[in-house]
């Protein structure tokens, strides 16, 4: 059987990365490779966890190995790795935020980011055996960075639906949120590309002019170094005499993000840079309607299950999320779109399926 | 809409009537004055984002625990971390005294925010029950201003 190394500077359980890098290992354990994960930074060490410094040891120049190379930000420990391997590579491309949307706040991310994206025309061009992506999106821009588009796939990242879909909802959240108030319900980490700010000025139209009775759950840690941004935020949400009704949660349990989907009425994104965004599909298994800002792997990932729009105007946010809310044949309609597309697409075995025959040609 | 299953859904249609509404919206918002701030939410107490908080600041009271040092790779981080490691261990007797009273201070603010948030609830209901009995006084004033003089003169005669 194969050795396998899955290599990311990140691996935690909690983030669309990590959950998909250790899925991706426990399927090929489960087949009988012989799997270990590398990083350079470990939150949390598993058995199969290994320091980065110890990959050479691992692979011991064995052709046969496979190497796969999660790519996400700039990091040159990691890339330098990948290029001095001599076994069959693999790059999966979860998208790097560009450095932009950071310019102005403190931290070095404007930097990671730039070297990511740099990296990203480094790694196409790296001659690797299969580049997969997690998204057509994030596909095409590997093509336009010189990846040989046959040996390109897109497979969706693994996910932990399966996990929520057995945990029990957290009855606190549940009890707390049952008050006749509509929820407006976002999930991702607090970052400027995340466009929270179109989210407020949308919640603020919808609340003003649609329901008072609503609130906005914003769910998702706040960035490291960024608690400007969430200052930023705070002071939006005063300044449109909405702060009392938008609720800025941080890392939540499992039990506790199934409550949160359960008793919101409407799932809204507006993200300006998105290479997937698995809370939609979340939001789709969980049977959350989806309104939506349409930009980059968005309308690829929601498709006809949702009202994704091309701008992130406030009126037309509102008013979407009020159509969805009184009308319930079309939040039925959407919500069954969603759980059929997340059936179709999106659920783990079908990934699963995805990335064996992705990567047949390498390992049985 | 009513009746309707997904596969009569015509997504392009709804957009084109959401856009129209959402136009029409705005400009009803742009002619009018903005609503003053809600009353009733002058206190209020968010008690899932006030929790969420609780739960890192828990996660980060224990002091003494090594630092992660994603900077650092391959002996640079082992130096490192051996560094550390000695400066955990001489700051010991400060890390320890102030990881107890972290937890201690969270303790009681966790307490805190439990007995607040009890208060609030009981507020709330209690504006309720207000609301509701001024209700009532209302519409018992009502019929008693829609039972005539002598008949109202009688009823005191009697009740005299």
Known sequence: MTRIAIVSLTISHG?????????????????????????????????????????????????????????????????????RAVCRRVVKYHNVTPGRFFAGFPGDKVRICQLGREQLRDLAKADCDLYLSASQYNQGELIDAGAPVERCAVV??????????????????????????????????????????FLIDAFAAYHEHYDRNSRLVLVGREEHKLSCYSNRLREQASRLGVIDNVLFIDGVTEAELKAYYQRASVFVLASEHEGFCVPLVEAMALQVPIVAYGTTAVPHTVGDAGLVWEEPD??????????????????????ERGRRRYQQLFTNQRIERDFLHALRPLAA | MSGMNQSDLDIDELKARIREQASAMRERAAAATPLPPDGSSVWSFNWLEVKSRLKIAAGLAQLGVLPLLPRFHGVKRQLALAASRVVLYVTRFLTTRQSDFNVCALDALRGIGEALHAV?????QQQEQIRLLEATISQLQLRVASIGTPRRGELERKAS
Request: aromatic share 8%; net charge negative.
């Open chain 1, 15 to 83: 983030d669309a990365v990590g959950n998909d890098a250790l899925e991706m290992g426990r399927i090929l354990s489960a087949r009988g490779h012989t799997v270990a994960w590398f990083s350079s930074h470990w939150v949390k060490k598993g058995e199969h966890s290994r320091d980065l410094a110890e990959l050479d040891d691992f692979l011991a120049d064995d052709p046969e190995a496979i190497l796969i190379y999660h790519h996400l930000v700039g990091w040159t420990a990691g890339l330098d790795q990948l290029r």
């Open chain 1, 156 to 197: 969706p990242p693994f996910h932990h639906i399966d996990r929520l879909n057995q945990v029990q909802a957290d009855a606190d959240v549940l009890r707390r949120l049952d008050d006749g108030f509509t929820n407006l319900l976002f999930v991702g980490r607090r970052a400027p590309h995340k466009g929270h700010r």
């Open chain 1, 314 to 335: 406030p009126f037309l946010l509102a008013q979407s999320i009020d159509t969805v809310v009184r009308d319930a044949a079309v939040r039925r309609s959407l919500t």
């Open chain 2, 120 to 124: 609030e609830t009981r507020v709330v």
